[in-house]
């Protein structure tokens, strides 16, 4: 992904997004300049990606070295063109970066006196925009806690519901993210042949769909 200046048949007036089932596709024009936010999905680098919900394991591991290069314009340009399925040229860019989608969770969220929060406690797939507001409800919770603890008196008890509340949170997001991610990326290309049902452009694209297989309760 990056902000880059994009000339293409399709104009700059629109948030577009593509899915035509190899790629997935993001295009948010910039008020006010000429660039535009421009994401694409690698499924080659997704492959190896992390899963494990166990504390400790290594977020590198399965990474390829063409995962870990820096993002090249030109190797956007392909993959956004390919993505959208016109010609695209990328220029001007502001800033490059690849991400990774991980899937994990710490198994604790307090030892001592450190206590966990945002991504560093939980780290999921960006599809459904919930990594940040999970991590900013976790930190608001922990701050009341640990100012009535600290400031007013309570009791140090209140300080080990942190934990309590908010774990089930993470782990439950985590599993909401990971459906949706399911959902929505070509699965033939993430998993094995025949391990889950490929869904079609089509079918994704509809809530009744999106309701079946992801707001079904896991
Ligand atoms: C493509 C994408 C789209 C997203 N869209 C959404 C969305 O729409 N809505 C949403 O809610 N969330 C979204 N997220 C998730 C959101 O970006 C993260 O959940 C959020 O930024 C996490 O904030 P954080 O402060 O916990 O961690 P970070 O933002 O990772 O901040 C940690 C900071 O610590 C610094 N740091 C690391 N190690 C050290 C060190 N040893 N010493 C000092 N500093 C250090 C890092 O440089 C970094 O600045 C998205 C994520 C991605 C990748």
Redesign the pocket.
């Known amino acids: 992904?990056g902000d880059v200046r994009v000339t293409w048949e399709n104009g700059h007036d629109h948030f577009r997004i593509f899915m035509h089932g190899e790629r997935i596709g993001l295009f948010l024009p910039l008020v006010g300049s000429g660039l535009s936010r421009v994401?694409t999905t690698d499924i080659g680098a997704n492959i190896g990606n992390a899963r494990s919900t166990d504390a400790g394991s290594d977020p590198r591991r399965g990474s390829g070295e063409a995962a870990a290069a820096p993002l090249q314009l030109d190797e956007l340009q392909r993959a956004f063109s390919s993505a959208a399925k016109v010609f695209v040229t990328l220029d001007d860019a502001q800033w490059l970066t690849k991400?990774r989608?991980h899937h994990r969770c710490v198994d604790r969220y307090r030892d001592e006196c450190i206590f966990m929060?945002?991504?560093?406690?939980h780290?999921h797939s960006?599809a459904?925009?919930?990594?940040?507001?999970?991590?900013?409800q976790g930190?608001a919770k922990l701050a009341w806690k640990l100012g009535a603890v600290l400031r007013h008196g309570a009791p140090a008890g209140l300080l080990a519901t942190y934990e309590s509340e908010r774990l089930p949170v993470a782990r439950e997001t985590i599993a909401f993210t990971d459906k949706l991610n399911v959902a929505l990326v070509p699965q033939s290309a993430v998993c094995p042949a025949g391990a889950t049902k490929t869904l079609s452009c089509d079918e994704t694209c509809s809530t009744a769909v999106l309701k079946r297989h992801v707001f079904r309760k896991w």
């Open positions: 992904m994401m991400f989608t929060a945002g991504d560093a406690a780290i960006p459904g925009g919930q990594g940040m507001n999970t991590g900013l930190a």
